[in-house]
Every structure is written in structure tokens, then in C-alpha cells.
């Protein structure tokens, strides 16, 4: 293994698992993502994530901060705050492996 694949395989894991949790939110709180103009662009970043799942070096390498800022302005709704818990334990898992794996941004 090259340095850093091991730690792409884990994201892998953590981003399959965040896919599925930004999903169920969106789910259940899709009217109020689209009131806050949020909707648009994290539909087009989960499908073109989804599509790249496969391949984390080009997910993390070009979608990855774009999908940081909008989960940070998700994180900025109270109405939706209890329901990020566990997105953003993702995230701060996923930057953990990615500064370990040295993958350059």
C-alpha cells in the first residue's frame, strides 16, 4: 500500500456513512434547506459525490471543502442543529484521516 491509501479506504467508510445521514436530513427537512437556499447546491454536490464515491482521492480533492462550507451553513440552523450530530462527527473524522493521509488539496 502507498502511504495514505489506508487512510482513504477508512474515509471511505465515514463518507459512505455521511452520504446516508446528509440523505435522511435532507429528507425530512428538505422545504426548509430550500427556503434557506441551501438545497441547490448540496443536491449537486451529493450527486456528483455519489457518482465519484468510489474514487476518494477526486472527492476529497474537489468537492470535499465545498461540501465543508455547506454543512457548515446547515450547521448555522437551529431548526436542524440536533439532527447534524452525527454528520459532523463524520466530518471531523474524515479531516482526521485526511491530514494523516497527506492527500494534498
Known amino acids: ?3 495514505g491509501e489506508k487512510e482513504l479506504e ?4 465515514y463518507l459512505f456513512d455521511l452520504l446516508d445521514n446528509l440523505n435522511n436530513l435532507i ?4 422545504k426548509l ?9 448540496l ?6 459525490i455519489t457518482m465519484q464515491r468510489y474514487q476518494i482521492d ?23 442543529q440536533n ?9 471531523e473524522k474524515i479531516k482526521e484521516l485526511l ?3 497527506g492527500l494534498k488539496l
Not at 443536491?43 to 456528483?48: E, Q, T
Not at 477526486?58 to 436542524?80: A, D, N
Open 10 to 13: 477508512e474515509i471511505r467508510g
Open 83 to 91: 439532527d447534524m450530530k452525527d454528520i459532523i462527527q463524520d466530518v
Open 1 to 3: 500500500m502507498k502511504p
Open 99 to 101: 491530514s494523516l493521509s
Open 27 to 30: 429528507e425530512k427537512n428538505e
Open 43 to 48: 443536491g449537486v454536490l451529493l450527486g456528483m
Open 58 to 80: 477526486l472527492v476529497m480533492k474537489y468537492y470535499w471543502r465545498q461540501l465543508e462550507e455547506v454543512i457548515g451553513s446547515m450547521g448555522q440552523i437551529p431548526e436542524i
Open 33 to 41: 434547506l430550500t427556503s434557506r437556499g441551501i438545497m441547490p447546491r
